[in-house]
């Protein structure tokens, strides 16, 4: 037991804070984590830095633009970097699992009730509801993305780019990533000013908690430090955690099966999907839908709106992707069940490389201080990201707004085409109600899912007895 809590550092920090306190904080935390990454990683701020003092302005930020640069959820790995910092493994590994748990139950027992009752009327009318509303809370995205990453003509042209490529093109996600990511890194080793960008979700206002006077001090603790055999170990450990279940799927079930498709789609994602929980989601949204067939267009939406109205990263909807996938597909096994491990499968290859990420490279992140290429390719990357999110939102536009979308191809060239004669009425009735809620009356996001899924309940009960149809 020593020597396993010397080299993976499970041993607590002295004079830090205590591991019950931890975990109450974290808690707290991820049952308050609504609205997003820009909401979840502000709760962080104003617990561990403005009320509990634990950790510094700068070094809060230093931690989230480390956690910027990774694939996968920022606000996510941003509360295992914390957790670390503060209490070694055992304190990221707390801070994770809190993190996910409250949305990972909320949106299991959500996904029961829409698998058994998905075709009684009030719960067709809250998701009729729901997707209104989640369409407006991505263009509000798009914009709010936009304004803080497009500052100059280059940004714009990178994030038009992106658009061209996934709209029209088709161009896998990962690779305008990469493309994106690249010119950026070279343009800012070169000393470019166009690609430098600077923080975006500080604290508020108030005096700016200086790192000497919070708990950890200004001082990298010991532990922060590298040690190679730490790494090798808890690298080790966690691969194994990793890629151990997918390898016994693959090679009991083979590759066809349900959940070896699961397994192996949402590992990879797990590497190669940068930029935050929207500009996934469209490349999730085009396997999903329309490579394995998995969900329908619109179940994309209803897991969406799932994801915003409960705690937890908004990524957890790629949990409801796994569970509608089995649950259509159980092979030997009862619906429900399949769906529950489904469920249980894509969460664990989802979520677990986050802390690989972290234990990974944050002892090492001193180094990354000020690194211009660094930061080019980061805000390359972001710019690329509005393009990409941009394609999520006209994509689930066409498929909320219309009944019917066909595909016209000219050559490389693919475009979804509304007929418009299929428009929908209501839907585009609340779509505007969420988007007055959001951008004029500056409403927040939970306020406008509950207005749009109670007039979404209510407009189905009207249709339910003939009226408005």
Known sequence: MTDFARDTDFSPVRNAVPIGEAVKVWARVAALSFGGPAGQIAVMHRIVVDEKRWVGEHRFLHALNYCMLLPGPEAHQLAIYLGWLLNRTLGGVIAGVLFVLPGFLSILALSYAYAIYGNVTFVEGLFFGLKAAVLAVVFQAVARIGSRALRNRVMIGI????????????????LIILAAGAVGYVAGRAGSPLFKVGGGHGGGAGAVLEDRDSLLGEETPEHARPNIRWTIRISAILLALWLFPVAILLATRGPDDVFSRIALFFSQMAVVTFGGAYAVLSYVAQEAVQNYGWLRPGEMLDGLGMAETTPGPLIQVVQFVGFMGAFRDPGSLSPLWAATLAAVLTTWVTFLPSFLWIFLGAPFIERLRGNAAITGAMSAITAAVVGVILNLAIWLALHVLFREVSLLQFGPVHVDMPTLGSIDLASLALTLV???????LKRSVIFTLLVCSILGIGWTLLRAYGIGT
């Open 434 to 440: 969420a988007a007055g809620a959001l951008f004029w």
């Open 159 to 174: 994030a038009a780019i992106a658009f061209v490529a996934i709209f029209f093109l088709r161009i896998p996600f990962p």
